[in-house]
């Protein structure tokens, strides 16, 4: 029973924390239910009830399957619904016209060969990768509602009815999605990326600067050796972000202009900057990797490079650490330059003090003057 | 009309090749068809029709959101859907029973306050990252039909029936997707990763090879330079697979016994093993940074260090083969142990040649274990 007891106040301080952590999550479940409230109106007052004649079913439907936590995701899922469920109807009801003056034997078959044929090549479609970039839940939809619309006219009489009752459903539970979404506490996508990348920016230069202090001052207090700091530890989120910065660019690109992102922001910058420090990264996983070998360098070598190299790398720290910060104001910094320049000077006199030395830091030199051009 | 030709044709060749490169993808566009005619049945056989009520609309909802690519991932969707439905419904029916007794004022706030709060609480445990992998899907199904159940029970009388007609309709429409998936051609998500893995192994056994082999002979044919081999690219696979190895272990688990993958198959070690190879290809892409770097190392270095590399990368890249064999025979390889030592050997050979060469073999040493371990 007490490790029960500890099971469930370990989740409930997990749920704490998460709220905590990102008061949005919460808002966002809140968001949920007012949408879901607000699409069931349609159900307690009679006007509006026969006015969409019984179908609300799929007002509901809609709310549930089209909200996102982003307002990128909410418009892609939502666009996407509209437009699949316009079209696939049109040419379902196309296919039933046809199947209708065709006769009692091959009404059946010209149905059911239609959405084999159509279900197939749609679900073939989205292996094409901008398609499925693009619009992979808008041909789920187009399949789902094809099919629905070409089988059940078989049975179903009043079928165009049908088809506008489930089409002026859907664009409302869509218009009561992107309400809320946009104007309760929305949640950018673009806003995040943003963010995203500037912070792990930072990160990437506090441990870059950290390992390379770690690897020269580990020796003297032996101790320390065991627990890495921290900071040095940052970068590994850089390693492992790219799921995210794909799916936050591909959102963004649905966003109206908001805050300081007008029409047509770069978007996919962002993705070229994440990879350009997701190399930096490797580089510091690699030097890491040095510091924790078992074979430790020897004394003299150490000495010899410490200071150069501790330079070195704060001024590759300041040079990250500026692009993040005129990438966060979005103006060209006027320091980058010149801080460019003295680190590659620190390269160059790294490299003239010694030859033989394959210092991971050279490197790096060619990845930062990339995340200066891209910012 | 030029461009437009082309750009028509280069589309046509680029869905040829992507279905003439994995035929599979051709085929489970056809199961999927195959499945919406089976399930189409429903409508043309009038006794199948009246015995679900006129329901059968659910059942080709079903087959069109549940049918997945791999047989891992529709089970996971069918399972999912299939408890969700049950649960949801169950729990809204009781809401029903509550909000019917309560008289005509409360009746709909009962219903629109229990939809907004379990709503809301659905949707963020949706954040809990252990929810999130394996029941994001039958959270979404979950909001559905509890708000579908507890709000349209406002309006229509024999909800009892009706909950009773979808969960049946959805149960028909899982085991018709379920018959195709498994017994048509099936794609196991546990064999696509298990592929992945020892390919990904060999490539990077490859490129190991060849980044160390084109470092060392790029001086004395100069014009190769230009173009690093092919080879020695085809880390950058590794680099990038996380995303794919995560969501092909987790359909892995959903999935029976098959093949020569028992019931409780280790899918996460899996994982394990990728981390292990990326760690290895960040070391590999450290390297070849130093191999572009347009500072060059002393030739007298070089030469002094050739031989002793290029024999340590091939012992590396031995190791990596056997255990990817090992791993593709599901066997401990008997030559492993001694693969190993030898590498060792070159390893320590290597430092004491050279104590202040800081190559980045070194930290290749530490993961091999790792690999041969989880193996």
């Given at each position: 029973a007490n490790t029960m007891r500890s099971k469930v106040s370990g989740l409930g301080n997990m749920v704490w924390r998460l709220g905590a952590d990102d008061p949005r999550k919460v808002v966002h479940g809140l968001k949920v239910g007012l949408a879901l409230a607000l699409v069931s109106?349609?159900?307690?007052?009679?006007?509006?009830?026969?006015?969409?004649?019984?179908?609300?079913?799929?007002?509901?439907?809609?709310?549930?399957?089209?909200?996102?936590?982003?307002?990128?995701?909410?418009?892609?899922?939502?666009?996407n619904r509209g437009i699949a469920t316009l079209t696939a109807g049109a040419l379902a009801i196309g296919v039933h016209w046809i199947a209708n003056k065709s006769g009692e034997t091959f009404e059946p078959i010209i149905r059911s060969a239609s959405v084999f044929m159509l279900a197939s090549a749609a679900t073939f479609s989205r292996f094409i990768p901008t398609i499925k970039i693009k619009f992979d839940y808008g041909i789920t939809i187009f399949i789902l509602t094809f099919s629905l619309v070409a089988v059940s006219g078989y049975r179903v009489d009043k079928l165009i009815e049908l088809a506008e009752q489930?089409?002026?459903?859907?664009?409302?539970?869509?218009?009561?999605?992107?309400?809320?979404?946009?104007?309760?506490?929305?949640?950018?996508?673009g806003s995040d990326l943003h963010l995203l990348i500037t912070r792990n920016m930072d990160k990437l230069a506090d441990s870059l600067e950290g390992s390379v202090d770690d690897y020269f001052s580990n020796d003297q207090?032996?101790?320390?050796?065991?627990?890495?700091?921290?900071?040095?530890?940052?970068?590994?989120?850089?390693?492992?972000?790219?799921?995210?910065?794909?799916?936050l660019a591909n959102l963004s690109k649905w966003e109206p202009p908001h805050g300081r992102f007008s029409f047509r922001h770069p978007w996919s910058q962002y993705q070229?900057?994440?990879?350009?420090?997701?190399?930096?990264?490797?580089?510091?996983?690699?030097l890491n990797g040095c510091i924790n070998s078992e074979i430790p360098t020897p004394e003299?070598?150490?000495?010899?490079?410490?200071?150069?190299?501790?330079?070195?790398?704060?001024?590759?720290?300041?040079?990250?650490?500026?692009?993040?910060?005129?990438?966060?104001?979005?103006?060209?910094?006027?320091?980058?330059?010149?801080?460019?320049?003295?680190?590659?000077?620190?390269?160059?006199e790294l490299h003239d003090r010694l030859t033989e030395l394959q210092t991971d830091d050279m490197s790096l030199r060619e990845v930062l003057p990339l995340i200066a051009a891209a910012s």
């Open positions: 109106l349609f159900y307690y007052t009679r006007p509006l009830y026969d006015g969409v004649g019984g179908a609300a079913m799929w007002a509901v439907m809609t709310v549930v399957v089209v909200f996102e936590f982003t307002v990128g995701g909410c418009l892609y899922k939502g666009i489930r089409l002026s459903t859907v664009a409302i539970g869509i218009f009561i999605c992107f309400l809320v979404a946009i104007f309760a506490f929305p949640v950018w996508a207090t032996s101790e320390k050796e065991e627990a890495p700091s921290k900071k040095s530890q940052a970068y590994k989120c850089v390693l492992n972000a790219k799921a995210s910065e794909d799916s070229n900057i994440g990879t350009a420090m997701r190399y930096c990264a490797y580089c510091v996983e690699a003299f070598t150490k000495k010899q490079l410490s200071d150069i190299c501790i330079q070195l790398s704060s001024d590759c720290s300041k040079v990250l650490k500026d692009s993040s910060n005129s990438i966060k104001s979005m103006q060209r910094s006027g320091s980058i330059d010149f801080l460019v320049e003295e680190m590659n000077n620190g390269v160059q």
